[in-house]
């Protein structure tokens, strides 16, 4: 039995699917946060966060890696953790710098930060080679608007250190700059309570499908694991309102992406203790890395990916996290291809009505997760206001995500925002 440090999560499905991956190899786990009550909120009423049935529940300020670390060294001469790990953005960084301390097994601190730190992913690219957009990181307006103009509108506005597509626009010229800019100059600091880097990255807006690519780095090999495709609605916004997993692709596109998806990883030295996500467009003038992210895929991709193949990333992403070889052999699960759509909403108000039992009993429908009525409602500007979503396989072929269009287009008709 391994003992984990589990520092901080999202509180979305992975915050569920890693403490059950944890159980199921056998270990147990630790858990280190700065706010237990920011998961006790995320739990069903009346039921347990299943963070929260650790072995052990520490609070400690996560956010002062500082001053994190020496504690998390008293911490290991006790408990003697074999790995440590998150599935939270924001924390990545602190794990791999907690693993360097504790010698544990992980990527080098200094490749985990390059690639969360949207910025610093780009310039390493850029200098390997790996093709990308292009683009500008500046702090002052004279600066990004002058940055603008040389790369020509429409662009893209990032944060560099946010995630989830917030505050991700489209920009067609200097009045929607200067708009963009100013929203993220008032989002100082992040949901968790870190200070953000007041820099804003300027890219060329891409043609062509965006996909992702989700692989597990073990001992200096990177293993793909497959490539999802991805629809993005909400413009100026880029919130992802659907994947599906084979992505219906040609095998000459999803090589393309593989590869592109390897170079990345590989310039950035993530190739070890690290399970991740990285995004791909398929432009006209051929694949460039959007981003990469040194975590299991959100949006539960990690479970479309285990419908289809039998491969549990989560369990994967414990088994690296340990320095262990990860299972990585498909199964034949019946499906060829699992699709997830989300309800994304276009207006603000109160729920009023949302139905989905009749998809619940349907034979194809994997889950189905909606919003309760009542709940208080915004029009969605990220990947954070979905009110739901709906999952659905497909025994014959890659019709998965027409499947599940045609479901959401049901649960549209019954859905009342007041």
């Given at each position: 039995m391994?003992?984990?440090?589990?520092?901080?999560?999202?509180?979305?499905?992975?915050?569920?699917?890693?403490?059950?991956?944890?159980?199921?190899?056998?270990?147990?786990?630790?858990?280190?946060?700065?706010?237990?009550?920011?998961?006790?909120?995320s739990?069903?009423?009346?039921?347990?966060?299943?963070?929260?049935?650790?072995?052990?529940?520490?609070?400690?300020?996560?956010?002062?890696?500082?001053?994190?670390?020496?504690?998390?060294?008293?911490?290991?001469?006790?408990?003697?953790?074999?790995g440590?790990?998150?599935s939270?953005?924001?924390?990545?960084?602190?794990?791999?710098?907690?693993?360097?301390r504790?010698?544990?097994?992980?990527?080098?601190?200094?490749?985990?930060?390059?690639?969360?730190?949207?910025?610093?992913?780009?310039?390493v690219?850029?200098?390997?080679?790996?093709?990308?957009?292009?683009?500008?990181v500046?702090?002052?307006w004279?600066?990004?608007?002058?940055?603008?103009?040389?790369?020509?509108?429409?662009?893209?506005?990032?944060?560099?250190?946010?995630?989830?597509?917030?505050?991700?626009?489209?920009?067609?010229?200097?009045?929607?700059?200067?708009?963009?800019?100013?929203?993220?100059?008032d989002?100082?600091?992040?949901?968790?309570?870190?200070?953000?880097?007041?820099?804003?990255?300027?890219?060329?807006?891409?043609?062509?499908?965006?996909?992702?690519?989700?692989?597990?780095?073990?001992?200096?090999?990177?293993?793909?694991?497959?490539?999802?495709d991805?629809?993005?609605?909400?413009?100026?916004?880029?919130?992802e309102?659907?994947?599906?997993?084979?992505?219906?692709?040609?095998?000459?596109?999803?090589?393309?992406?593989?590869?592109?998806?390897?170079?990345?990883?590989?310039?950035?030295?993530?190739?070890?203790?690290?399970?991740?996500?990285?995004?791909?467009?398929?432009t006209?003038?051929?694949?460039?890395?959007?981003?990469?992210?040194?975590?299991?895929?959100g949006n539960?991709?990690?479970?479309?990916?285990?419908?289809?193949?039998?491969?549990?990333?989560?369990?994967?992403?414990?088994?690296?996290?340990?320095?262990?070889?990860?299972g990585?052999?498909?199964?034949?699960?019946?499906?060829?291809?699992?699709?997830?759509?989300?309800?994304?909403?276009?207006?603000?108000?109160?729920?009023?009505?949302?139905?989905?039992?009749?998809?619940?009993?349907?034979?194809?429908?994997?889950?189905?997760q909606?919003?309760?009525?009542?709940?208080?409602?915004?029009?969605?500007?990220?990947?954070?206001?979905?009110?739901?979503h709906?999952?659905?396989?497909?025994?014959?072929?890659?019709?998965?995500?027409?499947?599940v269009?045609?479901?959401?287009?049901?649960?549209?008709?019954?859905?009342?925002?007041?």
């Open positions: 391994a003992h984990l440090l589990v520092v901080e999560s999202w509180v979305g499905s992975m915050s569920r699917l890693l403490p059950r991956a944890i159980r199921e190899g056998g270990h147990e786990f630790t858990f280190l946060t700065r706010d237990l009550h920011h998961y006790l909120r739990a069903p009423e009346g039921t347990a966060h299943p963070l929260l049935g650790a072995r052990n529940v520490i609070t400690a300020d996560t956010n002062d890696t500082e001053a994190l670390l020496p504690e998390v060294e008293r911490l290991h001469a006790v408990f003697g953790f074999d440590v790990i998150t939270c953005d924001y924390y990545v960084s602190t794990v791999a710098q907690i693993a360097g504790l010698g544990l097994p992980a990527s080098s601190p200094d490749a985990v930060e390059n690639a969360c730190r949207k910025d610093a992913t780009r310039r690219l850029a200098d390997a080679g790996v093709p990308g957009p292009r683009f500008a500046h702090e002052e004279a600066d990004i608007a002058r940055a603008a103009r040389e790369i020509g509108y429409p662009l893209v506005v990032k944060p560099v250190d946010l995630c989830a597509g917030m505050y991700v626009r489209r920009v067609d010229d200097e009045e929607q700059l200067a708009a963009a800019v100013g929203a993220l100059a989002f100082p600091v992040n949901a968790r309570g870190q200070r953000r880097a007041p820099v804003v990255l300027l890219e060329e807006l891409l043609d062509g499908p965006e996909v992702s690519v989700e692989t597990v780095s073990h001992a200096g090999a990177v293993h793909v694991v497959g490539v999802t991805k629809s993005i609605g909400g413009a100026p916004a880029f919130i309102t659907g994947h599906m997993f084979p992505a219906a692709l040609s095998a000459a596109d999803a090589e393309a992406a593989e590869q592109t998806a390897l170079g990345a990883l590989k310039a950035l030295g993530l190739t070890d203790g690290v399970v991740a996500h990285t995004e791909v467009k398929l006209s003038a051929g694949p460039r890395v959007v981003e990469v992210n040194p975590r299991p895929a539960r991709i990690t479970e479309l990916v285990r419908h289809v193949t039998g491969i549990d990333l989560a369990a994967a992403f414990v088994d690296v996290s340990l320095g262990r070889a990860p990585l052999q498909h199964t034949d699960t019946g499906l060829r291809s699992a699709a997830i759509g989300f309800l994304v909403p276009e207006t603000a108000g109160t729920l009023e009505a949302l139905d989905g039992s009749r998809l619940r009993a349907l034979p194809d429908v994997l889950e189905v909606l919003a309760e009525p009542g709940k208080q409602v915004k029009a969605a500007g990220s990947n954070n206001e979905y009110l739901g709906v999952i659905a396989g497909d025994t014959e072929g890659l019709g998965a995500r027409d499947r269009e045609e479901l959401l287009g049901e649960l549209r008709s019954g859905l009342v925002i007041r």
